[in-house]
């Protein structure tokens, strides 16, 4: 990719995590199938095309492809990247969205960073043309979702499952990282992560911000080698990592083109109370505040790489998520894309996936009869008057 080709980008939401349904049973989540992508795969792809979207954030069902070490089934994952290589689409691959085979278990599993590696070193054999990854997708909200709130996977509350879930999930990202570039060199890591911020609402509640502003770095703080304050430090070890865990992420470093994805919603922003509680506050700083504070600390180029707001909001959160992005362009920053996501609506997110309701949520750029929403209109708009004038500008893009 030239560095000076702007990334407009959507994708398919391929979340699969699996739940606790209210009669007791474990189901598995699985957002290609109720969004109705394994029927209408080809379909989907020229959607993609028909709004001039050359990037599209993508990813096999790891659950259903990764049958056990070293056994695999390519089918579905052939017949669709094959696909968009000859739409001359280009896919930033996505190893991991929220979920693992069930012989894995769930993300408490030590073994889990191991068995990843594998599975994305044979991604990468079998296709080593592919040059962008996230190898696993917002690692904070998976950690957080599965083993602070127990919502998810493991169904886990507790600072020390937080912890063990978040140091697997790292570990196990810097170690596909490091299979893919054994197999292409030239690999850039688009590292799609949550963009939060922690609000005060009176002073008693202003420590706990505090820590919470400071804990909503850490799982980009471990793979990119940031130093922690001693507070982090400590709250790792006192539930339950080790020193050597600790400076395993400092001597593993991967020295490779990395992008930092920051991906903000109007529920990333929240409201602290003094007892450490939180509610949702809504958009107050904005994409434009909380990335210029991620992007101050790991100094990496940039990508907004998923945003998105219910109908009829759709259009004017658009046009403002945009403007953010263009303005931090502006600004110096350099913007590597920008992303809707995702291409189609969305199902049961309203309960973060926590219930099997089948409640369309108005999100996509086409809803799922695959007709053009207001939103897909002003994305095509906006990448017909910007593509031209973006690609011939200097992003400035350094890479690690």
């Known amino acids: 990719m030239s560095a000076n080709k702007f990334m407009f980008a959507t994708g398919i939401e391929n979340s699969y995590p699996t739940i606790l349904l209210p009669d007791g049973t474990k189901k598995r989540v699985d957002e290609m199938e109720k969004t109705g992508h394994y029927k209408n795969w080809e379909l989907d792809f020229s959607l993609v095309k028909d709004l001039g979207i050359q990037f599209l954030r993508y990813g096999p069902p790891y659950y259903k ?48 960073p191991a068995h990843f590696e594998e599975y994305a070193k044979a991604f990468a054999e079998r296709f080593p043309h592919l040059q962008f990854y996230t190898p696993i997708n917002e690692i904070f909200i998976a950690a957080t979702f599965s083993a602070q709130y127990g919502w998810w996977n493991e169904r886990l ?22 299979a893919i570039l054994k197999v292409q060199p030239d690999a850039t890591f688009i590292q799609s992560e949550s963009s939060e911020y922690y609000h005060p609402m009176k002073p008693e509640a202003q420590k706990i ?24 430090y400590e709250y790792l070890l006192d539930n ?53 504070q991620y992007f101050s600390r790991y100094k990496l180029p940039i990508m907004h790489t998923e945003t998105n707001r219910i109908m009829p909001k759709s259009v004017d959160w658009f046009y403002k998520e945009w403007a953010n992005v263009h303005r931090l362009k502006q600004d110096g920053i ?48 906006i990448i017909e008057q910007w593509q031209p004038v973006l690609d011939t500008e200097s992003f400035g893009l350094h890479f690690r």
């Open 334 to 381: 350099p913007v590597a894309g920008f992303t809707w996501y995702s291409l189609l609506h969305q199902v049961d997110w309203d309960s973060a996936l926590r219930e099997d309701a089948g409640r369309i949520n108005e999100l996509g750029l086409y809803d799922l009869e695959r007709k053009i929403m207001p939103v897909g209109k002003a994305y095509k708009k």
């Open 240 to 292: 339950g990592m080790t020193r050597a865990e600790y400076h395993w992420f400092e001597e593993n470093q991967v020295n490779a083109r990395c992008i930092m994805g920051n991906d903000y919603y109007e529920t990333n922003e929240h409201l602290v109370r003094p007892d450490g509680s939180t509610e949702p506050s809504g958009e107050i700083f904005g994409y434009y505040v909380i990335t210029h």
């Open 65 to 112: 492809t990764h049958l056990g070490p070293g056994k695999y089934d390519w089918e579905f994952t052939d017949l669709t990247f094959n696909k968009l290589k000859e739409l001359d689409i280009i896919p930033i691959v996505d190893l991991c969205h929220f979920g693992v085979p069930d012989w894995i278990g769930d993300f408490q599993n030590p073994d889990f």
């Open 209 to 232: 911000a505090n820590i919470l502003n400071q804990k909503r770095f850490l799982s980009l703080d471990l793979i990119y080698g940031y130093p922690l304050k001693v507070s982090m």
């Open 157 to 178: 509350s507790s600072d020390k499952a937080f912890i063990n879930a978040l140091k697997h999930l790292c570990k196990a990202n810097v170690l596909a990282m490091h």
